[in-house]
C-alpha cells in the first residue's frame, strides 16, 4: 500500500475505537498500532460527536479506506456470532456502500453519519433515526473542508444537491455491486494482513480477522440479497429527508400581512397591458407560434385506453395545452411543483418537476421563464406561491407529460406565450376529498374580501353572481401535498398596474405553510 501520514491514521482510529493515542507511540510501525487498534471491542455507542469526525474521515485519502475495513472486521465479527441476524448483514451492507469505488468523498461523509444513527436504532426506527442524523449531517457540512467543496464545486442548493446524488448512489449499489465492493475490500485487507504477519501475537490476529471475513463473504451474497428491500427503504428515508430540508428551506408562508396579493388580474386588462407599445414584457413572443396545440382528435382514443388503466382522464382543454403529450409513471420518491396563487387550488392539474422549477429558479428572470414557457397568461394565474407533491417511496403516480403548447388570444393576434416547457397533468375527481377547500369572499368597491360563503353555496349561484366573489383556497387536504411557499416573484405582473390596492387575505389554513410528512 501507499506511504500515508501515521499520526493522520491513529487518530481517526482513535475516533472510531474511542482509544486515546498515547503520548508515546508503544511501536514505530503504524500498521502494527492499527491492528492492536481494530481488535477491541467495536464502539457502537460514540458520541454524535465522534460519529461527525468520523465521517469527515471520508475527507482523508486512504484514512478514510482504512477506517472502511476495520468497520468490516466489525461487522463480520458479529455476523460470525449470529449469521440469522438480519439487522448485521443490514449493517454490513451500509458498510460495502461506502466501498464502492464511484462514491465521492463528500457524499460519503454524509451517508456515514446516516447510516451511523440507523445502525444504532435498529430495523423499526429508521425514519426517526434519519430525522435525528441531519442535525448532524449540517454540523458536516459546516465544517470548513466541506464548505470549500461547495464552494469550488459551485453548489447552492446543498441538499438538492445531496439527495440527487444519493439517488445515483442507490441506482448503482444493488447487491452485486456490493459483493464487488466485498471483495475489493478483502483485498486491501489481505495487504493490511501482509504488513504485520510477521510480528508476534498481532500478525496472527490479523490473520485470524481476515479468516473471519472471508468466512462472512462466503455466505454474503445471500445474506445481502436478504435485506435488499431494507437497503432500498434506508436510501429512500435519507433521500425523502434531504429533500425535506430542501422544501424547509424554502420562503415559507407564516405572516398573511406581509402577502401583497391583488387577485388575478382580469382578462380585459391583461390583454390591454400586453397590447402596450414595444417592447413587449420577457415573456411575451411575436411572431408564429412555435409548439402547436395537439389536436384532441388525434389523442382521444390513447387517452381513452389509459383512463382505463388507471390513467387520469383530460379534457380537451388538458390537451391542447401540451403540443405533444405521453402517458407516464413518475415512481417515488419523487417531487413535483405547483405554481399557484392565493385563489388557485393547491390540488389541480398543471405541475412540473423539480427539475424544470430547479432550471426556471435559476434563470435570470424567473417569472418571466414560467410565463414564457409554461405559456401561462397573466389572467390563469399570479405566481407567488408553491406547493411540493411528494410522490413517496413505493408509491408510483400516473400522469400525462410533453412540452406546453404555444398560448394566442384572438384580442391579441400578433403576440403569443412560446411554451416549449415541460409539463406534467394530472388529477383527482373533483368529488374526491382530497381536493382542496375553497372559500369564496364577495369583492366590494374597496376590493377587500368580506362575507363569505362555502364552495356548495357558491356552485348554486347563478354565473353572474359567481363573477362577484373570489375564490381563496381554505385548506390543503392532500396527505401528499405540502406548502404553499413563497416563489419570491411577487404576486404581481406589470408591476401591479390594474389593481389601486392589495387585497386583505383572510387568516386560512390553506394560506400558511403546512409541511406534509
Known amino acids: 500500500m501507499p506511504n500515508i501520514n501515521t499520526t493522520q491514521m491513529r487518530d481517526a482510529l482513535a475516533w472510531t475505537t474511542n482509544e486515546q493515542r498515547p503520548e508515546e507511540e508503544v511501536s514505530s510501525n503504524p500498521w502494527e498500532w492499527f491492528w492492536q487498534a481494530v481488535q477491541g471491542d467495536f464502539n457502537e455507542n460514540r458520541s454524535t460527536g465522534q460519529i461527525v469526525a468520523d465521517a ?11 477506517c472502511d475495513v476495520r468497520d468490516l472486521i466489525a461487522n463480520c465479527k458479529k455476523l460470525k456470532e449470529d449469521t440469522s441476524d438480519t439487522w448485521s448483514w443490514v449493517a454490513l451492507a451500509l458498510t460495502l456502500i461506502g466501498l464502492v469505488p464511484f462514491l465521492g468523498s463528500f457524499v460519503k461523509g454524509v451517508l456515514k453519519i446516516f447510516f ?46 445531496l439527495a440527487n ?14 459483493i464487488k465492493a466485498f471483495d475489493s475490500a478483502i483485498a486491501t485487507l489481505r495487504q493490511l494482513t501482509a504488513k504485520v504477519a510477521h510480528i508476534p501475537v498481532v500478525g496472527p490476529k490479523a490473520t485470524q480477522a481476515l479468516e473471519q471475513v472471508m468466512w462472512v463473504r462466503s455466505r454474503a451474497t445471500e445474506g445481502i440479497a436478504k435485506v435488499n428491500l431494507t437497503i432500498d427503504a434506508i436510501f429512500d428515508a435519507v433521500i425523502l429527508r434531504l429533500l425535506d430540508e430542501t422544501a424547509l428551506s424554502k420562503k415559507a408562508i407564516v405572516n398573511l400581512n406581509n402577502v401583497h396579493y ?57 390537451i391542447r395545452s401540451f403540443h405533444k403529450l405521453v402517458a407516464d409513471e413518475i415512481k417515488g420518491p419523487a417531487r413535483l411543483i405547483r405554481i399557484l396563487s392565493p385563489n388557485s387550488r393547491a390540488m389541480s392539474d398543471c405541475w412540473i418537476s423539480e427539475k424544470v422549477f430547479n432550471e426556471i429558479q ?36 400516473k400522469v400525462w407529460r410533453g412540452p406546453a403548447s404555444s398560448q394566442k388570444k384572438d384580442a391579441l393576434p400578433d403576440r403569443h406565450l412560446e411554451g416549449g416547457g415541460e409539463q406534467i397533468v394530472f388529477n383527482v375527481e373533483r368529488s374526491d376529498r382530497r381536493n382542496d377547500i375553497m372559500r369564496y369572499y364577495k369583492k366590494n368597491d374597496k376590493n377587500t374580501l368580506q362575507e363569505s360563503i362555502t364552495q356548495d353555496a357558491f356552485y ?43 387585497i386583505g387575505l383572510p387568516a386560512l389554513p390553506g394560506q400558511v405553510t403546512a409541511f406534509k410528512p
Open 362 to 397: 435559476n434563470s435570470p428572470d424567473p417569472r418571466a421563464a414560467w410565463r414564457k414557457y409554461l405559456a401561462v397568461w397573466p389572467d390563469w394565474n399570479v405566481n407567488g406561491q408553491f406547493v411540493i407533491y411528494d410522490v413517496k417511496p413505493g408509491e408510483t403516480l
Open 165 to 178: 446524488e444519493i439517488k445515483k448512489v442507490k441506482s448503482k449499489t444493488g447487491a452485486t455491486e456490493l
Open 262 to 318: 391583488r387577485g388575478a388580474l382580469p382578462e380585459a386588462t391583461a390583454v390591454t397591458l400586453m397590447r402596450k407599445p414595444r417592447p413587449c414584457p420577457k415573456w411575451l413572443s411575436e411572431g408564429n407560434p412555435r409548439w402547436a396545440e395537439a389536436i384532441p382528435d388525434d389523442y382521444f382514443d390513447k387517452v381513452a385506453k389509459k383512463v382505463k388503466e388507471g390513467w387520469p382522464k383530460l379534457t380537451e382543454q388538458n
Open 56 to 66: 469527515a474521515i471520508s475527507m482523508i485519502p486512504l484514512v478514510d479506506q482504512i
Open 460 to 502: 348554486k349561484l347563478p354565473k353572474s353572481e359567481q363573477e362577484e366573489y373570489l375564490a381563496i383556497r381554505q385548506k390543503i387536504t392532500h396527505p401528499n401535498i405540502s406548502g404553499p411557499f413563497e416563489t419570491g416573484w411577487g404576486y404581481t405582473d406589470s408591476d401591479g398596474t390594474g389593481f389601486s390596492e392589495k
Open 116 to 161: 451511523a444513527f440507523i445502525r444504532r436504532a435498529g430495523g423499526n426506527a429508521i425514519i426517526s433515526a434519519v430525522d435525528k442524523a441531519i442535525t448532524w449531517v449540517v454540523a458536516l457540512l459546516r465544517r470548513r473542508v466541506f464548505q470549500k467543496y461547495l464552494r469550488e464545486h459551485k453548489i447552492d442548493d446543498v441538499f438538492s444537491w
